[in-house]
């Protein structure tokens, strides 16, 4: 009980972390269970994606095309007539701004300050995954050859290094001070 009673910060930041998670990952499971749609196709998320990712891969002066495909749940991305890329629904950064909220949400100030970041975090995570998918598609389409490193490697690692560096920014700067009995 003492054991307990000593790592009682611990364990409410597993719950916490862990409860949370679960719970948004089932209701975003709920949401793709019911969101197939013909008009927004894969899904309404996944398809403003690849649309937003579509107009910022034009701003940066190529020709882009997206359409549904006819393969699988996903929308294909062409540049200059040459189809290079598929965002599916693990492109959407749904699963990583869960990820950011169960932490944030773990390590909870008053829900003022909390809300206001989780807000921040996410437009900032949504924001920067746009440009990710707008950047991969641009370097694949120039770069073919590296597509595995682009894809598998330095992407992924943007944009969870983006989670990381809010997570450290909140736990720095945000977080409730605790005190030395707490410690």
């Known amino acids: 009980m003492r054991l307990l009673q000593k790592?009682?910060?611990v364990?409410?930041?597993?719950?916490?972390?862990f409860g949370s998670y679960l719970i948004l990952a089932f209701l975003y499971n709920l949401y793709?269970?019911?969101?197939?749609?013909?008009?927004?196709?894969?899904?309404?998320?996944?398809?403003?994606?690849?649309?937003?990712s579509q107009d910022?891969?034009?701003?940066f002066g190529y020709e882009t095309k997206s359409i549904p495909s006819d393969y699988d749940p996903s929308m294909?991305?062409?540049?200059?007539?040459?189809?290079?890329v598929r965002i599916v629904e693990g492109c959407n950064a749904i699963s990583v701004m869960v990820l950011f909220l169960a932490f944030i949400l773990a390590f909870k100030k008053d829900w003022k300050s909390t809300l206001l970041y989780i807000f921040a975090?996410?437009?900032?995570?949504?924001?920067?995954?746009?440009?990710?998918?707008?950047l991969l598609t641009i370097a694949?389409?120039?770069?073919?050859?590296?597509?595995?490193?682009?894809h598998t490697t330095l992407?992924?690692?943007?944009i969870y290094g983006v989670v990381f560096i809010l997570w450290f920014i909140w736990i720095r700067n945000f977080r409730p001070k605790t005190s030395p009995k707490d410690v």
Do not use: M
């Not at 364990?11 to 972390?17: A, E, G, M, N, Y």
């Not at 437009?123 to 990710?132: E, F, M, P």
């Open 140 to 150: 694949i389409y120039e770069y073919p050859e590296y597509t595995d490193l682009l």
């Open 7 to 9: 790592n009682k910060p």
């Open 56 to 59: 910022l891969i034009e701003a």
């Open 76 to 84: 294909r991305i062409a540049v200059n007539g040459d189809y290079v």
């Open 32 to 52: 793709l269970n019911n969101a197939s749609s013909q008009k927004y196709y894969p899904e309404f998320i996944t398809h403003i994606v690849a649309l937003q």
């Open 121 to 134: 975090g996410l437009v900032i995570i949504y924001a920067l995954n746009i440009l990710r998918i707008a």
């Open 11 to 17: 364990i409410r930041f597993l719950l916490t972390f």
């Open 155 to 158: 992407f992924p690692a943007f």
